[in-house]
């Protein structure tokens, strides 16, 4: 089996909790700190962490405002992010269908 | 290295998309829509005693009627505003997941059409907290795939439909026909205004 397609996986986005963040924003506009906090059960501390690993690699941005006077916090994928995202999951599509040859 | 981790990770993210996909539109115009439309025809039901269970069967599934395509129009122009398909898949699973209670309560209100006697007032009153309960699963069933408030406004209903239930089981015997059309008015309209007024100030702006 070739391994070039797995070796060409973002490491960014491969780790499973960043994975996770980037599926979760990839089917929306935009989601708010607290929804990506609940939706994968992470504690504050996990989702900010890697919130900024994805910022920092400019795939995530960060948006902060006020709603009802409260601080919102909501996170959107940038451009490179969508295609990153698209290129990983390319990538994953040919993992499979390689071992799926005979 | 194997084609399971893999494919588990499209499955993964195949999963948490769907998820995140959820029904963002503004709901506090529909809402507010749906409970003036409910409690005005409470008002009508009320003054013009529309007081047989077939009279009263047709007339709210007419206000039902009208309603449901006050609130097509405005989620249609919503979609228009923010360029997004109206049938998109979020619209879509709310819808399924709405449709199996809402059916359940039609054939509810068609067999009372078909089958009550002209003059009987205990059905047609059983028929509110049914239609309130099953309208209150609706909205509970749609609330996984819409924000969170939704269920509560589901229980609202259901919780609502179980006390009517209760205080007409307990009654020696029902109020007049016409409380019936102030009952309905007050569940379905009260209810979905003063949700719809709590939305206007706390939804988000520019919900899409």
């Avoid at chain 2, 409910?38 to 013009?48: E, K, N």
């Avoid at chain 2, 059409?113 to 009153?125: G, M, P, Q, V, Y």
């Avoid at chain 2, 029902?174 to 719809?196: D, I, Q």
Wanted: aromatic content about 10%.
């Amino acid at each position: 089996m070739n391994p070039e397609p797995f070796l060409q996986l973002d490491r960014v986005i491969h780790e499973k909790g960043r994975l996770a963040i980037m599926s979760l924003l990839a089917a929306s506009p935009e989601l708010a700190f607290t929804e990506l906090r609940d939706a994968l059960e992470m504690t504050d501390g996990n989702v900010t962490t890697h919130i900024r690993t994805l910022q920092e690699a400019g795939y995530v941005a960060v948006a902060k405002s006020y709603h009802n006077n409260r601080p919102l916090t909501t996170c959107s994928m940038t451009a490179a992010g969508r295609k990153a995202f698209a290129d990983y999951i390319s990538l994953l599509e040919q993992i499979v269908q390689q071992t799926k040859k005979p | 290295m194997s084609a399971n981790w893999a494919a588990e990770n499209l499955h993964t993210i195949r999963t948490l998309m769907e998820r995140s996909a959820l029904y963002r539109r503004a709901l506090a115009p529909v809402t507010m829509l749906t409970g003036v439309v409910g409690l005005a025809a409470g008002g009508v039901g009320w003054m013009t005693q529309c007081d047989s269970p077939r009279r009263f069967i047709q007339f709210w599934f007419a206000v039902a009627c009208a309603a449901l395509a006050g609130a097509f129009v405005v989620v249609r122009r919503q979609a228009l505003r923010d360029k997004e398909s109206f049938w998109s898949p979020p619209t879509r699973r709310v819808a399924q997941a709405m449709l199996p209670s809402l059916y359940v309560g039609l054939i509810a209100g068609a067999l009372l059409w078909a089958r009550a006697d002209l003059e009987d007032i205990e059905a047609t009153w059983m028929i509110i907290p049914v239609w309130m309960a099953l309208y209150g699963a609706a909205l509970h069933a749609a609330g996984f795939f819409m924000p969170r408030g939704i269920k509560v406004f589901g229980w609202l209903f259901i919780i609502g439909g179980t006390l009517l239930l209760l205080g007409l089981a307990f009654s020696p015997e029902p109020p007049e026909f016409r409380f019936t059309h102030v009952a309905m008015g007050a569940a379905f309209g009260g209810l979905h205004l003063a949700y719809g007024i709590y939305l206007h100030f706390t939804e988000k702006k520019h919900a899409s």
